[in-house]
């Protein structure tokens, strides 16, 4: 679209009698996308004075690449993806963020972030969740774009083929070891250790190694066999280290304003390969800081 100015014009007038149904704001957008140009010259301000005889031009809206048009959508959803294909979207889940919505019904969650996403590519498009995250916990998380898939994944994770690894910051000096327990959740979500396997009890596996070792805080390489809730803070809180901001289990410490649990990898076979694939992640480098090494 073109338009020759009759008498000197501020830019962002001669915009307004071109497109007179858009707002300044998306005039002003139009600007930053360099889609304006006066006298075959891309212009960015909207004070910019056209004079007499020259011509405005609106550009067509540049068609974005596939993969463009992918990392603009995640963007605008605030997603950090690690991986996608047509079967299965592995991200990067903040810590703070539900992985999905509890009985309130919350709308910001990291599923939500997801399915709109896949929405705007594609019409009809969805995720599923295949398994969560605590909210405070942060890291890699996989999502399933069809129904055969999330089935597919759900048994690996339930068949404990599926390979979990995280770093965790704890409070005190940690060694190497394992936890064998039987978790309970009462009706406000806290988890405790019972002494026995009752009916409402899960079984949970936890293993742990050392990265790093300070005077007061150990960084720790943590593997778990089974997903429970809370699973890596409860067995850390009674080895008697508990994760550093981990207030709910002992932790009296909280040097980062989080707590320090982040899922590092994860390793599983593709659900429609059967190949194995593993993803990785940076954890958090400011985590060593908290290490007070001699």
């Known amino acids: 679209m073109k338009r020759k100015v009759e008498q000197e014009t501020l830019l962002l007038d001669v915009l307004k009698i071109m497109q007179p149904q858009a707002s300044t704001n998306v005039l002003r957008k139009m600007l930053t996308n360099r889609r304006i140009t006066v006298e075959e010259k891309i212009i960015h301000r909207a004070k910019h004075l056209v ?8 550009r067509p809206k540049p068609k974005l690449s596939i993969e ?3 990392q603009t959508s995640a963007e605008t959803h605030s997603l950090d993806i690690i991986f996608e ?29 997801c399915v709109e996403y896949c929405r705007e590519l594609k019409k009809k498009g969805w995720c599923f969740i295949v398994h969560r995250l605590d909210k405070a916990t942060s890291g890699l998380m996989v999502f ?3 129904e055969d898939v999330k089935r597919d994944l759900q048994e690996q994770f339930a068949e404990r083929l599926v390979h979990r690894h995280y770093v965790a910051l704890v409070e005190g000096v940690a060694e190497p070891g394992q936890a064998i327990q039987h978790l309970v959740e009462d009706k406000n979500l806290r988890v405790f250790v019972s002494d026995k396997k009752t009916k409402t009890s899960k079984h949970a596996i936890t293993t742990w190694d050392i990265l790093e070792k300070g005077d007061e805080s150990t960084l720790l390489s943590v593997v778990i066999e089974t997903g429970r809730r809370h699973q890596i803070r409860v067995a850390m809180a009674e080895n008697g280290t508990p ?8 932790a009296t410490t909280n040097l980062h304003g989080r707590i320090c649990v982040h899922a590092v990898a994860l390793e599983f076979l593709h659900p429609l390969t059967d190949d194995p694939i593993r993803f990785e992640s940076n954890f958090n480098p400011a985590w060593r800081h908290g290490l007070k090494n001699p």
């Open 85 to 113: 294909d047509d079967a299965i979207l592995v991200v990067e889940k903040p810590a703070g963020l539900l992985s999905v919505a509890t009985d309130r019904l919350e709308v910001d969650t990291l599923h939500n972030r």
């Open 243 to 250: 994760v550093m901001g981990d207030t709910m289990h002992g």
């Open 51 to 58: 004079l007499a005889g020259e011509t405005v031009e609106i």
């Open 68 to 70: 463009e048009t992918r």
């Open 144 to 146: 399933a774009k069809t």
